[in-house]
C-alpha cells in the first residue's frame, strides 16, 4: 500500500473532514473528505470539473461562469447548476464521480515521497454534491487499469505481423 492510501485510510477511518493536498515538482492535487468520504478531488494532470462539463457540451461556458460566480464563495457552485435547470442532481452526481476517480487514480500513482498536508475543515468551492467511500473508489480506479482497450495498431502492422508469424 503506498504512503498516499495509507493516510487515506486513516483519514477516512476517523472520519476526518478536511483536504490532503499533495505537492511535488511534476504534480499536484488535493482530495477533499467530509466525514472520511471523498466529496472532490483535483490534480494537476486530469481536467476539472467545470472544463469537463463545458468541454462535452452539457454546459455553456457562459452557464459555468455563471455558477461558478454565484457559487464559488459559498461553495455552492454544484448547487447553483442544478438550481437553474442547466443539469439534474443525479446526472451532476455522476460526473463529479467520474472527475473524483480520474483524479484520485492520477494522485495514487504519485510516488511515496510526494509531499502531504492535511488541512483540517477545508473544503471544496464546488460543494458537496457526490460521497464516495475509499474503498468504492479503489474499485473503480481497479476497473480504470484492467478495462483499457488494447493499444490501436494501425492495419498495415497488423498484417506485416500475421504474414511473419507462424502458425500455432
Known sequence: MNALRRLLTNLAESGRTGALHLDDDRAAGVIYLVAGRITHAESAA???IGERLVACGR?????W???YAAG???GTVGRALVHDGHLGHHE???RVVAAITAAT???LQMSDATPMRFVP?????FGTVAQIELGALGTETAKRLFSRPAPHRPRAARRARSRTSTPR
Do not use: I
Not at 121 to 125: S, T
Open 46 to 48: 486530469c481536467p476539472g
Open 59 to 63: 454546459v455553456s461556458a457562459a452557464a
Open 65 to 67: 461562469q455563471s455558477a
Open 72 to 74: 464559488r464563495a459559498t
Open 92 to 94: 451532476l452526481a455522476c
Open 105 to 107: 487514480h492520477a494522485l
Open 121 to 125: 475543515g477545508e473544503r471544496h468551492w
